[in-house]
């Protein structure tokens, strides 16, 4: 397998969508009812439970560990965590699980 398609294997264990079921501590964290999906090409599509536009960032899955970056009015953010099952669990606090 080369690196590629190895790079492709991890995203694609995360795609899909998740829901908040946990909110976070941090500012700014992921609320109870946001959903994101995770999309094998590295994309990852935020929905607040609030409505509203989508935001769209990208993500990056080095073993368990899933990194999730977006742009936001010129400001940039980055939201760590790790994977465990179906759960991804950030490191504020906040607990996403998938749909």
Known sequence: MDLYCAFQACLSSVSGTYECIKSGSGFPTFNQGDTIEFKSNGE?????????????????????????????????????????????????GAILEKK
């Not at 990852?44 to 769209?56: D, K, T």
Request: charged share 30%; aromatic share 6%; no cysteine.
């Open 44 to 92: 990852a599509i935020i929905r607040s439970h609030f409505g509203g536009p989508s935001i769209v960032g990208e993500y990056e899955v080095k073993g368990d560990k899933i990194s999730i970056k977006i742009s936001l009015l010129g400001t940039k953010m980055n939201f760590d965590g790790k994977i465990e099952g179906n759960l991804i669990k950030m490191d504020d």
